[in-house]
């Protein structure tokens, strides 16, 4: 596989559930990223994992809760999510602090019911 | 501080007709990168271009280009002869950072173009 793969596609939970998206990347890229869009509201970024190390956390509730255990792969650990959490949630991955942009993988689309 | 503007929310257009969307932006740094994404309904964001401040070059890409203009600070993209495959939400955004061990692209809130037939 290439590119950026994102699993689950979609993801219904309930607030009192605990859910795990993944994201893996075969591009050899050295960092990578959570991003969350919510509808009629801008792209935001969440997490930023440099050579494995989080390097920006923007001000995201503690029910997300990142995991990068090796370059390869993210995780990003929900729990007791709110509905107002629901959105697609984007992994990327970018070599060189993506000066020559990212790459995205295709998203979960999470609603909290 | 970073900003990106796309003051079109939403254009609808009819095949083969020409569209631009716009992009405006805001930075205080004299090294910066500019980008768009397309977005389709299957919800990956697809790499368009990329451009560096210091090359004020347009770029033509077959149907698709763009025009970089710093004393506007605006980097607007046009699509010619529209076709109904180019409906999409299309993001331009910005990244500050260069050399550094976090890359921050600034996202706009993005154009949705509907190409009727």
């Known amino acids: 596989e290439t590119g950026v793969t994102q699993t689950p596609r979609h993801l219904v939970m309930g607030m009192t559930n605990k859910k795990s998206l993944k994201c893996e990347q075969h591009l050899g890229h050295n960092a990578m990223y959570w991003y969350k869009q919510s509808a009629k509201k801008p792209l935001e970024l969440m997490f930023v994992?440099?050579?494995?190390?989080?390097?920006e956390n923007n001000s995201v509730p503690s029910r997300f809760s990142p995991e990068c255990p090796n370059s390869s792969h993210l995780f990003l650990h929900l729990h007791t999510l709110q509905p107002e959490d629901s959105a697609l949630y984007l992994c990327?991955?970018?070599?060189?602090?993506?000066?020559?942009?990212?790459?995205f993988g295709s998203g979960t689309r999470l609603t909290v019911v | 501080a970073q900003k990106v503007t796309q003051a079109q929310t939403e254009i609808s257009v009819v095949e083969k007709e020409d569209v631009t969307l716009d992009c405006v932006y805001e930075t205080r740094d004299t090294t910066y990168y500019l980008f768009w994404y397309k977005q389709p309904p299957s919800g990956e964001l697809v790499f368009l271009i990329r451009?560096?401040?210091?090359?004020?070059q347009n770029e033509i890409s077959g149907r698709y280009s763009w025009n970089f203009q710093k004393s506007t600070s605006s980097f607007n993209f046009t699509i010619t002869a529209s076709q109904v495959v180019d409906s999409a939400v299309y993001f331009c955004?910005?990244?500050?950072?260069?050399?550094?061990?976090?890359?921050?692209?600034?996202f706009g809130k993005g154009t949705k173009l509907s190409v009727k037939p």
């Open positions: 955004a910005l990244s500050e950072r260069y050399g550094g061990s976090q890359g921050n692209l600034i």
């Open positions: 451009r560096n401040s210091f090359d004020e």
């Open positions: 994992y440099s050579l494995e190390e989080r390097v």
């Open positions: 990327a991955s970018s070599q060189d602090a993506g000066v020559y942009g990212y790459t």
